[in-house]
């Protein structure tokens, strides 16, 4: 039986201050996967829920960065955040941050759901490009080239990987949103 599509929310800061052991779930879940999102292994609950009060939250309550989550079952599916601490000359653009669907949400459209949450909010703002990095060759790469995001090259060595201390490449993105203005 086909499950239901996952609904998406955009939280406040004090909803997502709410939410933080579901969304801290979330992301340790993520990282036991192998996901590469920022942390290394052992990566424990705890952790997970200091990078949500101690890296989100202040830009929530600040205004410099935007949350989305999905919904499904009850629970928190999936998140995505939108980067807008730009300074004055880069206003027209954002940073996709931190795509998660947790492990028995994939494969039903929640990552998709989220990014186009994010790029309609992003546009509507004045938004008119977005950026993103992912390690090359991971899962999102092509979730992100389906959805317009063309890459702007590769930086071996970026990254170290979760389990191991293999240094892995990272694949920067970006999509135009809309046009961008002629240059003068």
Known sequence: MQQPAP???????????RAVPELGALLHACVLDG???GFVLPFSQEEAEDFWR?????????????LWVAEAEGRIAGSVQLGRATLPNQR???DVNK????????????????MLALEEAALAEGRTLLTLDTRSGDKAEPLYASLGYETAGCIP?????????????????????????PAS
């Open 7 to 17: 609904s998406i929310t955009r939280l406040s800061a004090a909803e997502a201050e």
């Open 92 to 94: 027209h653009r954002a």
């Open 54 to 66: 101690c890296h989100v939250l202040p830009g929530l309550y600040e205004g410099t960065r935007l």
């Open 157 to 181: 060595g970026y990254c170290r990987d979760a389990a191991t201390p293999r240094l892995d490449a990272t694949t920067f993105m970006f999509k135009e949103l809309a046009p961008l203005l």
């Open 35 to 37: 996901a590469s999102i």
């Open 99 to 114: 795509l998660m669907v947790h492990l028995d949400g994939r494969r039903r459209g929640t990552a998709r759901a989220l």
